[in-house]
């Protein structure tokens, strides 16, 4: 018998416990293939009872089955009996289960309830009323449900679990060459995994890849990134557009410019966007903060700007919404304190903005779709970060047009009703590029331009 070799990001699956384990991410990252590592090592150690299921399993062919059965040969594991439909450790008296849960009710899945570890795969297929009913009955103390998918709409059931439990940008880790992003709570473990976390990524594989990255950027971002699709020809912002614009190499032009969507409810997030001519940073997001806290780190980017030399105004948006309004109070009192200016060019512009205000365009029912609609002109300029939460908050807001003709944005109430967060992230990116003064996004002609 030869050792297992399981991929560093999915240490932790064999190690530590928690509830929920989360793998997802593209083609290539091994997810499926180091889960099943990790699950033959720990049947080994001891006696567990495992459930592999998927939503339709017609045939064994169909389950994982097959992945097991393979593995066990390649490291010559001969502890392990293969059966027809099922797998078992002679020597711990582990064994493996293989089913579908489409047909299942909730007291045909009674047997699953003495399961130790239950895997879901292709977590991304399995719909919303399955979950309900199988998730339930995973219920013996300390037992764990292992989730391994690939995003495929933005609001997947699956990925659910995710946002349930899990919040925030993650935590970037490495280990050697291979980058992943990994997530822990209290009850939960994620790993966002793709073709660069994984060690065996074969050169067939990158072939492919790279043809897809040069002529398909699209599904590039879907395929191999893990960035789930855009669900309509009625959202406002195209997919296409977006993805163009990450990390796109643009002029130099120094013009500081600051978005703040304050969070309204418990489970959003409060985000900052700075935008420094033609390039948007990366978000610097908060949940649970007050308004005192945005307003002194929107002080803080403002000093060290001051600090290094810039000279012009800094234009600060706010929404000014709810608790908005508190922090636009608190900027427009620091303009004014002597105290805290590092320097005499100290100067800041706070434009308060209010989304169902009246827009400036008539194409617009309102400020808010403006704003919107503003982001995916500047697209074809500007470069955003490489972040897939803003990628899927742009790319997945709905609009109509209503009986007067104008374009109206799809209400956050709604988009919650699709299984849809707030658009946090896009909301700060819609202020930060709103310019009041209107200047031009064009590559040759950045000066300010006048309205006729």
Request: hydrophobic share 35%; proline share 4%.
């Amino acid at each position: 018998m030869s050792d297992i070799l399981i991929s560093p990001a999915f240490e932790p699956f064999s190690k530590d416990h928690y509830r929920y384990k989360i793998a997802f991410g593209g083609r290539g990252g091994g997810k499926s293939e180091n889960i099943a590592r990790c699950l033959l090592v720990m049947a080994m150690r001891s006696r567990l009872r495992i459930a592999c299921v998927r939503e339709i399993q017609k045939s064994i062919r169909q389950s994982v089955h097959t992945l097991f059965s393979d593995l066990i040969r390649k490291y010559e594991l001969i502890d392990y009996q293969i059966t027809e439909r099922e797998i078992r450790n002679v020597k711990t008296g582990s064994e493996f289960l293989f089913s579908g849960l489409q047909d299942h009710t909730a007291d045909s899945l009674k047997s699953m309830a003495n399961i130790d570890i239950a895997w879901i795969e292709e977590g991304q297929s399995i719909t919303e009323k399955s979950l309900n009913i199988f998730t339930p009955t995973i219920r013996k103390s300390g037992s764990e449900i292992w989730i391994s998918y690939n995003r495929y709409l933005y609001n997947d059931a699956v990925h659910g679990i995710f946002n349930s439990y899990l919040q925030g940008s993650g935590l970037e880790k490495t280990f050697k060459t291979y980058v992943w992003t990994e997530w822990r709570a209290e009850n939960a473990i994620a790993i966002k995994v793709n073709y660069d976390a994984n060690p065996w990524f074969t050169d067939e594989n990158r072939t492919e890849l790279e043809s897809d990255k040069l002529n398909n950027p699209e599904l590039y971002n879907y395929k191999w990134l893990g960035h789930p699709l855009s669900m309509g020809d009625n959202c406002l912002i195209p997919l296409k557009s977006v993805l163009e614009s990450i990390n796109r190499e643009v002029k130099e032009w120094e013009h500081i410019s600051i978005g703040c969507d304050p969070a309204r409810y418990g489970d959003d997030e409060s985000v900052i966007f700075v935008r420094n001519g033609f390039r948007v940073l990366p978000a610097i997001t908060f949940r649970g903060v007050n308004t005192s806290r945005l307003a002194t780190e929107i002080i803080r980017i403002c000093r060290d700007y001051y600090t290094q030399g810039y000279t012009k105004t800094i234009e600060i948006k706010v929404d000014d919404t709810g608790l908005g309004a508190g922090v636009t109070d608190q900027l427009e009192t620091a303009q004014n304190n002597e105290k805290i200016k590092p320097n005499p060019a100290f100067n800041l512009s706070v434009l308060p903005l209010v989304n169902n205000a009246e827009a400036g365009d008539p194409d617009y029912k309102d400020l808010g779709t403006e704003l919107w609609g503003n982001v995916k002109k500047a697209l074809e300029t500007v470069s955003l970060p490489d972040d897939q939460e803003l990628i899927e908050q742009l790319t997945n807001r709905r609009y109509h047009i209503e009986p007067d003709g104008r374009i109206k944005l799809e209400r956050k109430e709604d988009m919650k009703k699709r299984g849809i967060h707030s658009p946090d992230r896009a909301d700060a990116l819609a202020l930060c590029l709103y310019n009041p003064q209107n200047y031009d996004f064009s590559d040759t002609k950045i000066e300010r331009k006048t309205k006729t």
